[in-house]
């Protein structure tokens, strides 16, 4: 099945710097990436997500890039503010062993932004 | 997302008990997932249902079963709960890639710790 790496698995940074975060994926046909954040006590919910006929999408102060000649895609979050401080988890739709496409997620990236 | 309801919240029991996992959900998905997310580890799929009729086993089923009762109701049973499936268990809906959408969306999570 898929395998989805993150990197890092915490990251610092100060108000208003930008953060990335790094996913690589194992199966090459995958085709849908999507991240979800995390804030403490709460459920993941969807930020962004990108399909492999792109190479870019952004939503504000968020942006995802996707290589699949390499097989990796990142998070980019520039102008960072408190309210970015989350677990942030990337995942690829993989092939399960079932034959079946489905979401397998990274280990996540905890962000701290300080102020 | 009011949308996904699970119960209970949280539980506490003791090993060797029976113990299910509800979930409900109102967005007319036809796709209902199980997680369960232990510390550093990410979000690990426990079954994927993709219709009534079509279950999936999916990384971790050992030691776990499910119950599609209805489109909208998709259950988790711990047959004889261990110590090590203390977790926190999330439930998940999508729509099929073909609806054009298949972000999925999850419930506010179970807590459960087995003793």
């Known amino acids: 099945g898929e395998n989805v790496e993150q990197h890092p698995s915490t990251l610092s940074v100060q108000e208003g710097d930008s953060a990335v975060i790094k996913c690589t994926y194992s199966d090459s046909a995958s085709n849908y990436f999507p991240w979800y954040k995390q804030e403490l006590g709460k459920r993941p919910q969807l930020i962004i997500d990108i399909r492999s006929n792109v190479g870019e999408k952004k939503d504000q102060r968020i942006a995802v890039t996707l290589n699949k000649t390499a097989k990796h895609f990142s998070l980019h979050i520039t102008e960072t503010q408190p309210e970015d401080s989350a677990v942030y988890f990337c995942a690829g739709d993989g092939l399960m062993d079932t034959g079946r496409r489905a979401l397998t997620f990274g280990s996540g990236t905890r962000l701290q932004v300080q102020p | 997302d009011a949308d996904v309801t699970q119960t209970p919240r949280n539980r506490i029991t003791k090993t060797g008990k029976r113990i299910m996992l509800e979930c409900s959900q109102t967005?007319?998905?036809?796709?209902m997932y199980w997680y369960r997310q232990d510390p550093g580890l990410g979000l690990q799929l426990i079954y994927y249902?993709?219709?009534?009729?079509?279950?999936n086993k999916g990384e971790i089923s050992d030691g776990y079963s499910v119950s599609r009762q209805a489109q909208a109701k998709f259950s988790l049973s711990l047959e004889s709960a261990i110590p090590n499936q203390t977790a926190l268990y999330f439930c998940?809906?999508?729509?099929?890639?073909?609806?054009?959408?298949?972000?999925?969306?999850f419930g506010p999570g179970t807590r459960l710790t087995v003793l």
């Open positions: 998940a809906t999508s729509d099929s890639p073909q609806s054009g959408t298949d972000t999925q969306y």
């Open positions: 249902s993709f219709d009534v009729k079509d279950i």
């Open positions: 967005k007319g998905h036809d796709r």
